[in-house]
Protein backbone atom coordinates (compact mmCIF):
# COMPACT_ATOMS: atom_id res chain seq x y z
CA UNK A 1 0.00 0.00 0.00
CA UNK A 2 2.43 2.68 0.91
CA UNK A 3 4.89 1.64 -2.16
CA UNK A 4 1.77 2.46 -4.48
CA UNK A 5 1.36 5.74 -2.26
CA UNK A 6 5.43 6.38 -2.91
CA UNK A 7 4.89 5.76 -7.06
CA UNK A 8 1.94 8.16 -6.52
CA UNK A 9 4.05 10.67 -5.03
CA UNK A 10 6.82 10.25 -7.69
CA UNK A 11 4.44 10.76 -10.47
CA UNK A 12 3.42 13.77 -8.76
CA UNK A 13 6.10 15.65 -8.03
CA UNK A 14 6.65 16.70 -11.74
CA UNK A 15 3.75 18.58 -11.54
CA UNK A 16 4.69 20.18 -8.61
CA UNK A 17 7.63 21.39 -9.85
CA UNK A 18 6.01 22.76 -13.10
CA UNK A 19 3.22 24.25 -11.21
CA UNK A 20 5.42 26.03 -8.79
CA UNK A 21 8.01 27.50 -11.92
CA UNK A 22 5.02 28.80 -13.82
CA UNK A 23 3.76 30.39 -10.38
CA UNK A 24 6.86 31.91 -9.77
CA UNK A 25 7.10 33.22 -13.37
CA UNK A 26 4.00 34.54 -13.42
CA UNK A 27 4.82 36.83 -9.92
CA UNK A 28 8.17 38.09 -11.53
CA UNK A 29 6.14 39.07 -14.78
CA UNK A 30 4.03 42.17 -14.58
CA UNK A 31 0.20 42.98 -14.41
CA UNK A 32 -0.18 41.08 -11.08
CA UNK A 33 -3.06 42.18 -8.56
CA UNK A 34 -2.53 44.66 -5.82
CA UNK A 35 -2.78 42.00 -3.34
CA UNK A 36 -0.63 39.29 -4.81
CA UNK A 37 1.90 39.19 -1.37
CA UNK A 38 -0.84 38.43 0.73
CA UNK A 39 -2.00 34.95 -1.96
CA UNK A 40 1.30 34.46 -2.76
CA UNK A 41 2.22 33.36 1.36
CA UNK A 42 -1.21 31.19 1.22
CA UNK A 43 -0.38 29.36 -1.90
CA UNK A 44 3.43 29.10 -0.87
CA UNK A 45 2.53 28.09 2.53
CA UNK A 46 0.45 25.44 0.72
CA UNK A 47 2.68 24.58 -1.79
CA UNK A 48 5.15 23.38 1.19
CA UNK A 49 2.89 21.48 3.04
CA UNK A 50 2.28 19.27 -0.51
CA UNK A 51 5.91 19.17 -0.71
CA UNK A 52 6.35 17.65 2.56
CA UNK A 53 3.72 15.40 1.79
CA UNK A 54 4.85 14.12 -1.04
CA UNK A 55 8.59 13.92 0.30
CA UNK A 56 7.24 12.07 2.58
CA UNK A 57 5.21 9.25 0.54
CA UNK A 58 8.25 8.39 -1.14
CA UNK A 59 10.32 7.88 2.37
CA UNK A 60 7.25 5.93 3.27
CA UNK A 61 7.60 4.00 0.21
CA UNK A 62 11.29 3.52 0.09
CA UNK A 63 11.25 1.94 3.80
CA UNK A 64 8.55 -0.44 2.20
CA UNK A 65 10.73 -1.37 -0.13
CA UNK A 66 13.51 -1.68 1.66
CA UNK A 67 11.59 -3.95 3.83
CA UNK A 68 9.63 -6.36 1.52
CA UNK A 69 13.13 -6.59 -0.65
CA UNK A 70 14.70 -7.93 3.05
CA UNK A 71 11.72 -9.94 3.79
CA UNK A 72 11.51 -12.15 0.31
CA UNK A 73 13.01 -14.02 -2.14
CA UNK A 74 16.05 -15.92 -2.74
CA UNK A 75 19.27 -12.96 -1.38
CA UNK A 76 17.02 -11.57 0.89
CA UNK A 77 19.24 -11.98 4.12
CA UNK A 78 20.98 -9.80 5.09
CA UNK A 79 18.95 -6.98 3.47
CA UNK A 80 20.17 -6.16 0.36
CA UNK A 81 19.88 -2.42 1.24
CA UNK A 82 22.51 -3.28 4.33
CA UNK A 83 24.82 -5.46 1.73
CA UNK A 84 24.42 -2.43 -0.56
CA UNK A 85 25.45 0.56 2.01
CA UNK A 86 28.69 -1.62 3.32
CA UNK A 87 29.47 -4.58 1.90
CA UNK A 88 32.96 -4.60 4.15
CA UNK A 89 30.11 -5.06 7.24
CA UNK A 90 28.00 -7.85 5.35
CA UNK A 91 29.48 -10.88 8.02
CA UNK A 92 28.94 -8.60 10.51
CA UNK A 93 24.93 -8.38 10.05
CA UNK A 94 22.47 -9.78 11.93
CA UNK A 95 19.45 -8.26 11.33
CA UNK A 96 17.56 -4.86 10.07
CA UNK A 97 15.10 -2.15 11.43
CA UNK A 98 12.52 -0.62 9.59
CA UNK A 99 10.78 2.89 11.21
CA UNK A 100 8.23 4.77 9.41
CA UNK A 101 7.87 7.16 11.73
CA UNK A 102 10.52 8.42 11.15
CA UNK A 103 11.12 7.10 8.21
CA UNK A 104 14.24 4.69 8.25
CA UNK A 105 16.01 1.25 7.71
CA UNK A 106 18.54 0.69 9.68
CA UNK A 107 20.93 -2.53 9.59
CA UNK A 108 21.68 -4.22 12.80
CA UNK A 109 25.53 -5.46 13.34
CA UNK A 110 26.45 -8.40 15.56
CA UNK A 111 27.40 -6.22 18.44
CA UNK A 112 24.22 -4.54 18.85
CA UNK A 113 24.68 -1.08 16.97
CA UNK A 114 23.84 0.04 13.89
CA UNK A 115 24.31 2.35 10.71
CA UNK A 116 21.60 3.53 8.04
CA UNK A 117 20.70 1.73 4.98
CA UNK A 118 20.44 4.85 2.93
CA UNK A 119 21.92 8.65 4.02
CA UNK A 120 18.41 9.78 1.62
CA UNK A 121 16.52 8.52 4.80
CA UNK A 122 18.27 11.34 6.89
CA UNK A 123 18.02 13.71 3.83
CA UNK A 124 14.09 13.13 2.90
CA UNK A 125 13.40 13.57 6.89
CA UNK A 126 15.11 16.99 7.07
CA UNK A 127 13.59 18.24 3.97
CA UNK A 128 10.38 17.27 5.45
CA UNK A 129 10.56 18.84 8.08
CA UNK A 130 11.63 22.13 6.96
CA UNK A 131 9.03 21.78 4.19
CA UNK A 132 6.64 21.38 6.83
CA UNK A 133 8.05 24.23 9.26
CA UNK A 134 8.32 26.57 6.72
CA UNK A 135 4.86 25.63 5.63
CA UNK A 136 3.39 26.78 9.13
CA UNK A 137 5.29 29.92 9.71
CA UNK A 138 3.87 31.37 6.55
CA UNK A 139 0.61 30.41 7.00
CA UNK A 140 0.90 32.05 10.39
CA UNK A 141 1.97 35.22 9.10
CA UNK A 142 -0.30 35.16 6.17
CA UNK A 143 -2.75 34.86 9.44
CA UNK A 144 -1.27 38.04 11.05
CA UNK A 145 -0.69 39.72 7.78
CA UNK A 146 -4.98 39.06 7.25
CA UNK A 147 -5.36 40.10 11.26
CA UNK A 148 -3.20 43.37 10.79
CA UNK A 149 -5.09 44.67 7.40
CA UNK A 150 -8.41 43.96 9.21
CA UNK A 151 -7.30 45.99 12.56
CA UNK A 152 -5.90 48.73 10.39
CA UNK A 153 -9.25 48.96 8.04
CA UNK A 154 -11.35 49.29 11.62
CA UNK A 155 -9.17 52.04 12.77
CA UNK A 156 -9.71 54.19 9.25
CA UNK A 157 -13.60 53.66 10.12
CA UNK A 158 -13.74 54.96 13.34
CA UNK A 159 -14.52 58.28 13.61
CA UNK A 160 -11.65 61.02 14.89
CA UNK A 161 -13.02 62.13 18.16
CA UNK A 162 -11.94 65.31 19.67
CA UNK A 163 -10.37 65.22 23.37
CA UNK A 164 -12.37 67.64 25.75
CA UNK A 165 -10.94 70.66 27.18
CA UNK A 166 -7.82 70.94 24.54
CA UNK A 167 -9.11 74.12 23.36
Same mark, same amino acid.
Do not use: F, K, N, Q
Given at each position: MLALLAI?? @?? /????? =??? =?VVKLLTVALPGRRPDWGIQLLRWGA???A =?????? @?????? /? =???AEHESES?????? /??????AAPHLVGD?????? %?? @?PPAFDCVLDDGTTYP %???????LNGLVVTCAATSALLAVGGRLH?? %?VGRAARSAKMPATRMRGTQ
Open positions: AA @LL /AAPTW =VIV =VGML =VAAVLL @LAMALG /A =VEMGSGSSP /APACRDLVGHRA %SY @L %SSESYAWHL %S
